[in-house]
C-alpha cells in the first residue's frame, strides 16, 4: 500500500542577497496513514523548513514530496498547520477563528459548521463559542487552534511547536488533550519539537535531523503503549532508554560542534 | 455585592468625579482669572480681550447671520478633507501593500513628499485649483494624506507574518489576507491615523483659508488679526477648540462603535 506521505530526496535552499543557505540536503521518509511522528534536531535545522514544504508555503530545490501518490502542487490543503503560537484572530469568536480556513476555501457550508460546533462541544469550548480569543486559558486556546485545523478536514496535521508558548504544567495538559484529539479524529500528524521527552511522549516515530543543511540521522520507532496518555507514557519503563539514544544522538552533533 | 466590592466601586466613582471637577474646575479658574486681569486692567484687555468680550464678539456674529457661515464652511471643508485624505491614503497604502516594487519605487517620494513643508506648495495649489475652496481642501488633503499612507503602510507590513503564513497554508490567495487579516488587524492603526487626520485637517484647512479665503474660521483670524480686533482673533480661536473637539469626539464616538462591532 502507499505511503499517505512520501519525502522522496528532499533539498532546500534559502537565498538571500549575501548568500544561499541550504537548509534541507535530500531528505527522504514517509508515513503511514494515522501515523504521528515528530521530528527533532539541533536548532536552525531546517524542522519548520520541512512543515513550511509540507504545509506548500515552500517548494522544494528538488525532489519530490507526494500526498496519496500525487504531488502535493495538487494537493493544497491537504496538510494544514498549527503553528508555534495559537495565532488566534483576537477580533473573531471563537467559532469565527474556527471556520476561518472554512470560509477561505468557500466550504462554509452549515454541514462544516455543525462539524465545527461539534468538535469544540466535544473539546470542552462549546461554551466559549462566543468568546474572544483573550478570553480563554493557554490551554483552551491551544484546543481552539488544533480545531480550527481540524475542521477543513486535512489529511496531515502541521504542528510546529505548538506547545512552546505554554508553561509546563499547561503544556503536559495541553499535550493530553491534543495527543487524544489526534486519535480520536484519527489524523496523521507530523510534530516538530525541541523536547525530547515530548515527542517520545507523543510520536509513533522519531526522525532525527542532523544539524544544518540537514540529513536524517536516524529515524526510532517508538514502541510505548498506545493507548496510555502522553503524560502516562512517560511512566514507561523503556521511555528512558528512548530518551537516552536520542540524546547520545543530538549530543554526538554538540560534541563534535564543541 | 460583597461590602469590600463595594468600597472599591465607591473610591473608583470618587477618584473619576475629583478628575471631572479638577477638569471642569481648571477651566472655570483660567476663565474667571482672565477675566478678572482684563476687568481689573492687570493687562490691557484690547491686546489680551477677554470671556466677556470674546462672548459679545460671537452674539455679534451670530446677530448678523455670520456665525454659523463661518463655521459652517470651515467645518466643511476640513469634513471633506479629512474623509479624502483617509480613504486615499488607506487606499494608496493597500495598494502599495499588494505590490512590494511599487512600494519600493514610491519610497523616496514619500519621503521627500512627507518632509517638504506643504504650506510651500500653496501658490502652486492656488494658481491650478483657483482661489477657492478647492485649494484649501487639496491644500489640508496634501498635509495629512502622506502622513496616512505612511502610518498604515507601515502597520499593513506588519503584520504579524506567522498569521499571514498561516492564512496561505489555509490556501487564502492576497485578497483574502488583505480583508481577513491585514485590514481587520490595523483597526486599531486606522483609529489613531483618524485621531491624528482630525488635526492635521483642521491644521490644513486654517492653512488654506489665510492663503485663498473669504469666508472660515481661518478668515476671521487673519481679518481679525489684520484690523487689530483681538477680540474676533479670541473668538475665532474660541470657535476653533470647540469645532476640532467636536470633531475628536465624533471619531472617538467612531472608534467606541468599530470596537463594539470587532
Known amino acids: 500500500m502507499a505511503k499517505l506521505l512520501e519525502f522522496e530526496g528532499v533539498s532546500f535552499i534559502y537565498h538571500s542577497l549575501e548568500n544561499e543557505t541550504p537548509a534541507l540536503d535530500n531528505i527522504t521518509f514517509g508515513m503511514e496513514r494515522e501515523e504521528f511522528v515528530a521530528i527533532v534536531g539541533p536548532s536552525g535545522s531546517g524542522k519548520t523548513t520541512i512543515l513550511s514544504l509540507l504545509a506548500g508555503l515552500l517548494e522544494p530545490s528538488s525532489g519530490s514530496i507526494k500526498i496519496d501518490g500525487k504531488p502535493i502542487k495538487e494537493m493544497r490543503g491537504k496538510a494544514s498547520l498549527m503553528p508555534q503560537r495559537d495565532q488566534l484572530f483576537e477580533w473573531r469568536s471563537i467559532i469565527r477563528n474556527v471556520t476561518l480556513g472554512l470560509e477561505i476555501t468557500r466550504t462554509n457550508t452549515a454541514e462544516n459548521k455543525e462539524y465545527a460546533l461539534s468538535l469544540l462541544k466535544k473539546y470542552g469550548l462549546g461554551e466559549f463559542i462566543k468568546k474572544r480569543p483573550s478570553e480563554l486559558s493557554g490551554g483552551m486556546r491551544q484546543r481552539a487552534a488544533l480545531i480550527r485545523t481540524l475542521v477543513t478536514s486535512p489529511e496531515i496535521l502541521l504542528l510546529d511547536e505548538p506547545f512552546s508558548a505554554l508553561d509546563f504544567q499547561t503544556r503536559l495538559n495541553v499535550c493530553n488533550d491534543v495527543y487524544s484529539i489526534i486519535k480520536e479524529e484519527k489524523k496523521t500528524a507530523v510534530f516538530v519539537t525541541h523536547d525530547i521527552s515530548e515527542a517520545i511522549s507523543m510520536a509513533d516515530k522519531i526522525i532525527i535531523l542532523t544539524e544544518r543543511p540537514a540529513n536524517i540521522k536516524g529515524i526510532i520507532n517508538i514502541d510505548l503503549n498506545k493507548n496510555l496518555t502522553p503524560l502516562e507514557r512517560r511512566e514507561e519503563p523503556n521511555f528512558a532508554g528512548y530518551f537516552k539514544t536520542i540524546w547520545d544522538e543530538l549530543e554526538a552533533h554538540n560534541d563534535r560542534r564543541t | ?262
Not at chain 2, 486606522?190 to 487626520?197: G, Q, R
Request: with cysteine.
Open chain 2, 1 to 262: 455585592m460583597t461590602e469590600e466590592h463595594k468600597k472599591y466601586l465607591k473610591k473608583i466613582k470618587r477618584h473619576n468625579l475629583i478628575v471631572r471637577i479638577s477638569q471642569f474646575g481648571i477651566l472655570i479658574a483660567f476663565f474667571a482669572i482672565w477675566e478678572l486681569v482684563a476687568f481689573l486692567e492687570w493687562a490691557d484687555p484690547f491686546i489680551i480681550s477677554s470671556p466677556s468680550r470674546i462672548y459679545k464678539t460671537t452674539m455679534d456674529l451670530y446677530t448678523t447671520n455670520m456665525l454659523f457661515n463661518h463655521m459652517g464652511a470651515t467645518l466643511n471643508e476640513t469634513v471633506i478633507s479629512f474623509l479624502l485624505s483617509t480613504f486615499i491614503g488607506t487606499f494608496i497604502a493597500i495598494v502599495l501593500w499588494w505590490s512590494n516594487m511599487l512600494k519600493r519605487i514610491s519610497e523616496p517620494y514619500l519621503t521627500v513628499l512627507n518632509a517638504l513643508p506643504k504650506i510651500a506648495l500653496g501658490p502652486l495649489i492656488i494658481i491650478w485649483a483657483g482661489a477657492g475652496k478647492q485649494a484649501i481642501i487639496i491644500m489640508a488633503l496634501l498635509i495629512s494624506v502622506i502622513i496616512t499612507i505612511m502610518s498604515m503602510l507601515s502597520a499593513f507590513v506588519s503584520t504579524d507574518k506567522e498569521k499571514i503564513q498561516l492564512m496561505y497554508s489555509m490556501n487564502a490567495n492576497k485578497f483574502q489576507v488583505l480583508y481577513k487579516l491585514v485590514i481587520p488587524a490595523n483597526i486599531p492603526t486606522l483609529i489613531s491615523v483618524l485621531k491624528i487626520n482630525v488635526g492635521l485637517s483642521w491644521v490644513g484647512t486654517i492653512m488654506g483659508e489665510y492663503l485663498v479665503s473669504r469666508e472660515g474660521i481661518g478668515y476671521l483670524l487673519v481679518y481679525g488679526s489684520q484690523i487689530f480686533k483681538l477680540d474676533l482673533v479670541m473668538a475665532s480661536t474660541m470657535l476653533l477648540c470647540i469645532l476640532a473637539s467636536a470633531m475628536y469626539f465624533a471619531v472617538s464616538l467612531i472608534e467606541y462603535l468599530i470596537k463594539k462591532l470587532y
